[in-house]
């Protein structure tokens, strides 16, 4: 697969900052997913009262609000994307915050994580974020539902790739989760991952859809015994996307196979987060949960479009004492 | 630091709650606080300081009640008590309702307060403390609505006495005041030494609730005035607190009539089975045993965790407790906050010191440089007969061992004095509601642990107290009976010098085991009609046929796992059989009593057939707690219960007390009627017909006097019940705190036979277990 990259310093800014090896294939081990439980009750009782018990205030909060910019994949994905939408997302993307602003929180030159958009407008992306240090992300294999004929779910894989995206957001076959078949999910993942090559892989769980926490927990330890270097909740279409005990359940799977193979996977929570203080949330429970390391963009991302207005307002509050407006900041 | 390096570091930063209205309510009363009695505050007497743990300083001074103060709160309570109760039902109500409504307005004061004053961290009085405390006293306007209708035969006992710990300041003050108010009472309150102050910002509201002067009195001061409050002219005392003072407790009221509930220490099990969700147990851990210091009654303190899966569960354990943050309790991120005091931080820091046993683990996470602050610790590989397995250290250290099947896990579990709480993790249904109900606690979590709810009833067994708090089966600790009951003078053994009446020799053994059995001391005595005539010998039991009787009694286990249908058979069956021998049973309390005994024996056989109806229709609840999942209040049997019999109503007394008691699965041993025993002697042969299991009821003849003791002090007997003519309560009472068994003495009053039976019996042959099931996948 032909990677499209031109300027070996810009592929260079673009990889991720902090090194970790990369997960790689492992066998299925049935044992492993038939052991895996998820107690629905005791997992909304944490993530229920996790906001009581983790606060972040002032300098400290406007400091985590940035974070979370940091770890956005600004996202469009709507059938009337056009290349201007997706010029004014990516500029977005290099100035999230009026640049006044992040002087004032000695922020200047924060970023998102990177911009993710439908495989047609990889190019105009790309182009757009030359120049930056933002990878641009393709959701790919028949997103969302991910039902097209598998052939050319690959092929879609290898044209996005082609087409400059650095990240691949692949969507899971729901119905072999529904239905038992570990292996096909397996050898599906395994394949998916294999025609993204050098680009990194996000697994779309597609939580919503798969019935139970159980299943959850087992997807997320089958794609990752599979290559994935991200496990992502949701494409923001199903009728329930990221939640918190979601989040808990495909966390921990992600350090139980760090503690038993030493590589760290990403997550990705997406679609339904959209206030400052959700974003807030789940960095705490990434840090309690995971811990610090997670909190980089390598290994963590947050798949969100309207987060970042509510996260400028409250950065303008913080500085300015005042409640902010959403007309005052540029939109994206 | 700059908003860059936060980023960095992403560190969670200070996140304080102000303590300037909590300081403010303190500078109102110039930090020098009286006790409330009557209505108002008094002046400040000598006082004592109360300190914040965190930081050493002083918030306030609070006054020592003397004798004279406590004299003064009881006069204010029993003169305010038959208003209050005569204001029925709804107008108890209103007030109650007004005094949740008024905390839940002043709550983050309430919060503020209890963390300045305990050293709890605001999360918890915040989001734990303050909102159960609300939620008790909302349910019970309830059901100070409804006592009219629901409770019609109950009364109020009048004034009650209550203690409460330093834990749960204001939570067990709510747990104590919200059911005696609801139910007619007055109180007299007595916070704890180190936290008075929400009981006295308490005080401060009752006035704007409407509750009327000398409804509710609050002293205060150390365990010199708990005693006092124990020796003044009070009804009930209520105590929640530890093991030792409860004992004494127990002993200071034996014998006074009182009405006593104590809700004591606890060693709780925390069983992990193989196929839990690890990681969900690991977090339970975090609020059975860091919640509040460890400091908690019911604290999940015993961890038990299947050995093919320990070293995984242990190293999950360890990760999660160096992300624990200790430190500021005002602090909204902080999950371990001060030890009440140093004295308590002192007798930690000793116990663990002292036993060094096993693999002690210090949490990893950063203390605070000043204040009573106690490390998370775990101990693992450990045994039962490891001190640390035993005893309570009521602080932020979690014992460990192994074990290998679910039954061990059990036996493990029950090898404790305690038996406040247990949890249990395992995603099998079949294994959670099997292994359940054979746990010895009042409360079993599954999946879950520390919930609570006022819907639910909260209290031990073994020497973790007794009665419940909470729930329907909370209100039997605030009422009494309406019926009226009368003193009763001691029945004395006729006496007499004649031969025997008529035909052969009968030989009136022990019933032991189902078997008949001589006594151990080999005498007996003659026992003599009204006209002196010789009707045969009785045997006098001593205190070896009691262990005798014990021993056969615990080999019945099994009798309480029957199934309600099979002992309601049974009772029919002796139904059955004494009605087949009823003129020989009347001809026989003829004899002995000299009265006619046909209306005895046919009571008898009714009687019978009530507790074989009320076998399987004694049903527990599922009570409306607010999870999703059910709260199962169930009805286990007390175990194994020691009854002085009536002396009064020879047969009828007998099978009052033995029929609901094995009704509801108990075993019994059984003292019979001291001067009238042969017709319980007789009753030896109907057993035996009617297949009551070996053991299950052992009877023993003589001086109820001689035996009161014995049975009292005996250590695997669960319940003392007396009912004999001899005045035996006070001393029941006295010795039953050896092991805190359950005690029902008459204290000198007799009853109607004819008429005693029913709920009262059944209840005291229960224990109510709350079983918590949250469900969902």
């Not at chain 1, 992306?125 to 240090?133: E, H, I």
């Not at chain 1, 918190?244 to 350090?255: G, K």
């Not at chain 2, 005091?341 to 950063?366: F, K, M, S, W």
Request: glycine residues 10%; aromatic residues 8%; hydrophobic residues 45%.
């Amino acid at each position: 697969m032909q990677t499209h990259v031109t300027d070996p310093a810009l592929a260079q800014t673009q990889l991720p900052q902090l090194h970790e090896p990369r997960n790689q294939v492992m066998p299925l081990d049935p044992r492993w997913v038939a052991s895996v439980q998820a107690n629905t009750s005791a997992i909304e009782r944490r993530a229920a009262t996790l906001p009581g018990r983790r606060s972040v205030k002032k300098d400290y909060q406007a400091a985590w609000l940035c974070k979370a910019i940091s770890l956005i994949d600004l996202t469009t994905l709507s059938g009337d994307d056009t290349e201007g939408r997706v010029l004014r997302l990516c500029a977005k993307a290099r100035q999230p915050v009026s640049p006044e602003l992040l002087a004032r929180l000695g922020m200047t030159g924060l970023t998102t994580g990177a911009v993710c958009v439908y495989h047609e407008m990889v190019p105009a992306a790309v182009a757009a974020l030359r120049g930056t240090n933002i990878p641009v992300a393709a959701v790919s294999t028949g997103f969302p539902a991910g039902l097209s004929p598998f052939h050319l779910r690959l092929a879609e894989i290898g044209e996005s790739v082609a087409a400059g995206a650095r990240e691949i957001d692949i969507v899971i076959s729901r119905r072999h989760v529904l239905q038992g078949n570990w292996q096909a999910l397996y050898d599906e993942m395994r394949e998916m991952r294999a025609a993204c090559g050098d680009a990194h892989v996000k697994a779309i769980l597609a939580t919503g859809e798969l019935g139970t926490l159980r299943n959850v927990a087992r997807a997320s330890v089958i794609c990752m015994m599979a290559g994935a270097d991200f496990i992502k909740t949701s494409t923001g279409k199903e009728p329930v996307n990221a939640t918190l005990p979601v989040t808990l359940v495909m966390i921990r799977a992600i350090r139980e196979f760090y503690d038993r193979t030493g590589i760290k996977v990403g997550y990705k929570p997406a679609g339904g987060i959209a206030k400052a203080k959700d974003a807030l949330v789940y960095l705490s429970m990434i840090k309690d949960e995971l811990g610090d390391r997670w909190l980089q963009p390598d290994l963590f991302r947050f798949g969100a479009s309207s987060l970042l207005g509510d996260i400028e307002r409250q950065l303008e509050h913080h500085v300015s004492g005042a409640y902010s407006a959403s007309w005052r900041h540029p939109m994206g | 630091m700059t908003i860059k390096e936060i980023f960095d570091t992403m560190d969670y930063g200070p996140a304080p709650e102000s303590s300037a209205e909590a300081m403010a309510w303190i500078a109102g009363f110039k930090g020098r606080f009286g006790h409330f009695i009557n209505g108002a505050f008094t002046k400040p007497g000598v006082t004592f300081e109360t300190r914040n743990p965190a930081t050493g300083a002083v918030l306030a001074e609070v006054s020592q009640a003397t004798g004279a103060d406590v004299v003064a709160a009881v006069k204010a309570a029993r003169k305010a008590q038959p208003k209050w109760a005569a204001l029925g039902g709804h107008g108890r109500a209103k007030v109650l309702y007004a005094i949740a409504r008024i905390l839940q307005k002043q709550s983050r004061l309430f919060a503020v307060l209890e963390t300045l004053d305990n050293g709890k961290p605001i999360r918890e009085s915040r989001d734990i403390d303050i909102p159960l405390a609300q939620r008790h006293f909302y349910y019970h306007a309830g059901m100070a609505q409804l006592m009219d209708s629901e409770l019609p035969d109950r009364a109020p006992l009048g004034v009650c006495g209550q203690i409460v710990p330093w834990n749960f300041p204001l939570l067990m003050l709510a747990w104590k005041i919200a059911p005696a108010l609801a139910m007619g009472n007055t109180v007299i309150l007595k916070p704890a030494e180190y936290t008075s102050l929400t009981a006295l910002l308490f005080a401060d509201i009752c006035g704007q609730a409407g509750v009327p002067p000398g409804v509710v009195n609050i002293v205060t001061g150390d365990g010199a005035v708990g005693e006092m409050i124990v020796a003044a002219q009070v009804d009930k005392i209520a105590f929640t607190g530890s093991t030792a003072v409860g004992r004494k407790i127990r002993e200071a009221t034996a014998g006074r009539g009182l009405a006593l509930t104590l809700e004591l220490g606890g060693k709780s099990p925390y069983i992990v089975f193989e196929d839990a969700d690890l990681d969900s147990a690991v977090e339970g851990l975090v609020d059975a045993i860091w919640f509040n210091q460890g400091q908690v009654c019911c604290a999940g303190s015993r961890l038990l965790v299947q050995e093919s899966v320990a070293e995984r569960f242990y190293a999950k354990l360890r990760t999660r407790m160096d992300g624990l943050r200790i430190g500021d309790p005002l602090d909204k991120c902080i999950d371990v906050g001060a030890i009440v005091d140093p004295v308590q931080l002192d007798a930690i820091t000793r116990l663990v010191a002292e036993n060094p046993e096993g693999t002690h683990y210090r949490a990893a996470c950063a203390m605070p440089a000043v204040g009573s602050f106690y490390p998370p610790t775990l101990i693992t590989g450990l045994s039962s007969a490891s001190t640390l397995m035993q005893e309570e250290i009521f602080g932020p250290v979690l014992v460990a061992t192994t074990f290998r099947t679910p039954v061990e896990a059990v036996e493990l579990a029950n090898n404790s004095r305690y038996g406040l709480a247990a949890t249990v993790w395992t995603e099998n249904i079949n294994l959670a509601l099997d292994i359940a109900p054979k746990l010895v606690a009042g409360v079993v979590w599954v999946n879950a642990t520390n919930l609570f709810d006022a819907a639910a009833g909260f209290g031990g067994m073994r020497e973790s107290g007794f009665g419940r708090e909470g729930g329907w089966e909370g209100l039997s600790s605030y009422t009494k009976s309406k019926t009226a009951l009368k003193p009763m003078k001691q029945i004395a053994a006729f006496a007499g010098n004649g031969g025997p009446v008529s035909g052969i020799d009968r030989t009136a053994k022990l019933y032991i085991g189902g078997k008949q059995a001589r006594p151990d001391g080999g005498y007996s005595t003659a026992i003599h009609g009204p006209k002196g005539a010789l009707l045969g010998h009785a045997s006098l039991a001593n205190r070896k046929d009691i262990r005798n009787a014990v021993e056969a009694a615990n080999a019945a286990k099994g009798w309480g796992k029957t199934t309600a249908h099979n002992r309601a058979q049974i009772l029919y069956y002796i139904a059955e059989n004494l009605s087949a021998r009823a003129p020989e049973f009347a001809a026989r309390l003829r004899d002995l009593t000299g009265q006619r005994g046909e209306a005895e024996v046919e009571a008898s056989i009714r009687r019978l057939f009530t507790y074989a109806a009320w076998a399987d229709k004694f049903d527990g609840q599922v009570h409306s707690v607010p999870i999703r999942g059910v709260a199962l209040a169930m009805r286990e049997p007390v175990g194994t219960i020691a009854a002085l019999c009536p002396d009064e109503a020879p047969l009828l007394g007998l099978i009052s007390v033995m029929a609901p008691a094995i009704a509801m699965g108990n075993r019994v041993v059984l003292v019979a009627s001291e001067p009238f025993p042969l017709v319980a002697t007789d009753f030896y042969q109907v057993l035996d017909t009617s297949d009551v299991p070996g053991g299950v009821v052992n009877i023993l003849t003589g001086s109820h006097a001689e035996l009161a003791p014995t049975l009292a002090a005996h250590m695997d007997i669960d319940a003392v019940w007396s009912f004999s003519s001899t005045d035996l309560s006070k001393g029941i009472e006295g010795k039953a705190a050896g092991n805190l068994k359950r005690t029902w003495v008459n204290n000198g009053m007799s009853r109607d036979w004819a008429g005693a039976e029913g709920r009262a019996f059944l209840d005291a042959a229960t224990e109510v277990k709350n079983i918590w099931i949250p469900y969902g996948e």
